[in-house]
């Protein structure tokens, strides 16, 4: 299985503040990482496919980067409203493997 | 809009079986894969399984083959999940979400708002 190890574990961050998170697979998945932002007691939101596709409707404050074995996401300028968890997901072999996930929460 | 309604989670004995079902509307529903992923309290995300498009090919994580089916009723825009021998280890909210396939790699767009199964006894 692909493993996906994300970095880090938590963080907070100031309003306006950049925000990074990685996420390394354990080989080269083409580009096929999805990222998603998960509020409590919701279901996940798609925020960026294929590494760097912004899905429709998400924020454009929100891209995504990376290939081979290395991603990640940025929040260029962090809102009150970007709390919460957020995951990544290689889609390139089954199983689909997540990552741990990192906890963002506002400084 | 596209939506996804997940229903039949409960509480359910170990060693028993419940079946989950998942109502989609807003989109052509025969026209795309469908998986189910689950999240343990407390925890991550993991995919549990997906059925492609036309119901002819199936896909499931090791932990769960020869004790789950993913299963498909195109006509009533339904997916489903049969889970068997439930075990304490399957205790997480399961959600349906619509797989895409844009190339060689797979993304979950659209996500129900999922429903819980407690095993114990």
């Known amino acids: 299985d692909i493993q996906m190890t994300q970095s880090p574990a938590s963080l907070s961050a100031s309003l306006g503040e950049t925000v990074t998170i990685q996420c390394r697979a354990s080989?080269?998945?083409?580009?096929?990482l999805a990222w998603y932002q998960q509020k409590p007691g919701k279901s996940p939101q798609l925020l960026i496919y294929?590494?760097?596709s912004l899905q429709d409707g998400v924020p454009s404050r929100f891209s995504g980067s990376g290939s081979g074995t290395q991603y990640s996401l940025k929040i260029s300028s962090m809102q009150t409203e970007d709390e919460g968890v957020y995951f990544c997901?290689?889609?390139?072999?089954?199983?689909?493997?997540f990552g741990s996930g990192t906890k963002l929460e506002i400084k | 809009e596209v939506q996804l309604v997940e229903s039949g989670g409960g509480l359910v004995q170990p060693g028993r079986s419940m079946k989950l079902s998942c109502a989609a509307s807003?989109?052509?529903?025969?026209?795309?894969?469908m998986a189910w992923v689950c999240q343990a309290p407390k925890k991550g995300l993991e995919w549990v399984a997906t059925?492609?498009?036309?119901?002819?090919?199936?896909y499931y994580r090791d932990s769960v083959k020869g004790r789950f089916t993913i299963s498909r009723d195109n006509a009533k825009s339904t997916l489903y999940l049969q889970m068997d021998s439930l075990r304490s280890e399957d205790t997480a909210t399961y959600y349906c979400?619509?797989?895409?396939?844009?190339?060689?790699?797979?993304?979950?767009?659209?996500w129900g708002q999922g429903v819980m199964v407690t095993v114990s006894s």
């Open positions: 979400a619509r797989e895409r396939y844009p190339g060689i790699t797979s993304h979950f767009d659209y």
């Open positions: 807003g989109f052509t529903f025969n026209n795309y894969d």
């Open positions: 059925i492609s498009y036309d119901g002819s090919s199936t």
């Open positions: 080989e080269d998945i083409y580009s096929g």
């Open positions: 294929g590494a760097s």
């Open positions: 997901q290689q889609g390139l072999k089954y199983p689909f493997t």
